[in-house]
């Protein structure tokens, strides 16, 4: 379970994987929301800068998993674990207890995908969904490790919870999605100077993994979509799903090309 958790956490950090966030509308406002971060490639680069073999045929017969974990039913099951956990994870568990993570494995076709998530009766009970992802990175025991590996890179303050947040609203008239950033403009003009600072190697071989990955929102409702204030989205045959992506590195440089304003057809 600690390896597991710590792969999770690299998904969250490394940027050599595609990351899709969902959200599912159901026509009462309730739905749900899932973070899937799709390794299969961080995995083959990770295992080549590691000395792993990379030229070898393919072997089948690898490991194969889909399953679900829930939170509150691992609490259930391991509670005497659980009440035995230090205070600050402990608290952690009771923080995500409505939550889940998803894994879908097959080493064959190279695939590697973990996602989190959770379903909501309302759009409010996304406001604190940083928080709760920060809060599964806490159950780890490496988590102090992967901190200081941000902490000792711009890159780093650019990853993870601590320095944004995102806002969702979810109206019979639109939706929207907005990041409001914790830095203050000179802090963040700062990190991004030094971020991609030409000379520095290190923080250059960091953004090489970047290049071919990307942030993809994905949003279904139970209405059509009218308008969308964002360029290069794509919508489903009946327009109650909409997707849009960014590259990580714009992404990096600016988390609110991700917001959108959606606006749906009047019944």
């Known amino acids: 379970m600690k390896k597991l958790f710590l792969l ?12 899709t966030e969902s959200i599912a509308f159901n026509q009462d406002g309730s739905g749900e929301f899932l973070v899937t971060y799709e390794m299969g490639e961080a995995m083959k680069a990770m295992t080549k800068a590691m000395g792993g073999e990379e030229n070898n045929e393919k072997k089948d017969g ?4 889909d399953t679900t974990m829930v939170f509150a039913d691992i609490m259930e099951t391991y509670k005497d674990s659980v009440a035995a956990l230090p ?3 402990r608290l952690a568990m009771e923080a995500v207890k409505d939550m889940y993570m998803k894994m879908h494995i097959n080493e064959d076709e ?3 995908n973990f996602g989190m998530g959770m379903d909501f009766e309302s759009i409010e009970e996304l406001k ?20 200081a590996m941000k902490d000792n890179s711009p890159l780093g303050k650019f990853m993870g919870s601590e320095n944004s947040n995102v806002a969702y609203s979810y109206t019979d008239k639109g939706f929207s999605r907005a990041t409001s950033i914790k830095m203050n403009d000179d802090e963040t003009e700062e990190a991004i100077d030094e971020l991609f600072d030409e000379t520095d190697e290190g923080n250059q071989k960091f953004l090489e993994y970047f290049k071919g990955s990307f942030y993809n929102v994905k949003l279904t409702f139970p209405k059509a979509v009218k308008s969308i204030d964002i360029d290069g989205a794509e919508f489903s ?15 990096l440089k600016n988390p609110k090309l991700l917001d959108v304003n959606v606006k749906f057809f009047d019944e």
Request: net charge negative.
């Open 110 to 112: 190279g695939v590697m």
């Open 8 to 19: 999770i956490i690299f998904a969250c950090f490394i940027a050599s994987c595609n990351v």
């Open 62 to 65: 690898g490991e194969i998993m």
């Open 87 to 89: 205070e600050e994870k």
């Open 237 to 251: 045959d009946d327009r109650k799903t909409v997707t849009y992506k960014t590259n990580w590195v714009e992404y």
């Open 128 to 147: 604190d969904m940083n928080q709760k992802l920060k809060k599964i990175q806490s159950l780890n025991s490496q988590g102090d490790q992967v901190g």
